[in-house]
């Protein structure tokens, strides 16, 4: 019997591309949004392209919440989908205060920062490589070095749940992981040969 590989329908994520890099891989892929779906999935994979308050609102308004934070399966993030799994971001509209957090779901217990403006040109795009690398399956036959493709302006600090960093003004959390939950700022569906392979490892981790 195959496994049953799941992408979330959050509502802000450009889920034909995420399909078709899982696809490429020979694997098939549901898209959805519907709580048992999601809750009896293999393989969940979270994406996420805009802003952390319209992508809570959207997990809100599609109930998803609860069904997400009670998930044991090994859940993978995309960009924002990464994001979502702190505890909170700093990321808002722009008719918020910049006081203001958002809730995400708390999956891993970190927090989601603007980078430092000034440094740097924001947002980080393009490709960057990682500065360290931790021994989880996720990056088998990663290293050090490798090139992946970015496209943020907030990040995760370094914590102890950091599983790879990455350097653009400051080093910041490249992938996080705690538990069956992991994490990667970066988007494997558009990194290459190496984005596959972080897809794939985790389809077969």
Known sequence: MSANYLLVDTGCANLASVQSAIERLGFTVTISDDTEAIAQADKVILPGVGNA??????????????????????????????????????????????????????????????????KVRLPHMGWNTLTQVSNHPIFEGITVGDYFYFVHSFAAPISEYTIASCEYGINFSAAIAKNNFVGCQFHPERSGKLGSKIIENFLTM
Do not use: W, Y
């Open 53 to 118: 308050q319209h992508a809570m609102q959207n997990l809100q308004q599609k109930s998803l919440i609860h069904t997400l934070q009670q998930l044991t399966q090994p859940v993978l993030g995309f960009c924002l989908g990464m994001q979502l799994m702190t505890r909170h971001s700093a990321e808002l509209s722009l008719n918020q205060a910049n006081n203001t957090l958002v809730d995400c779901l708390n999956l891993i217990p970190t927090e989601i920062k603007a980078l430092p403006s000034g």
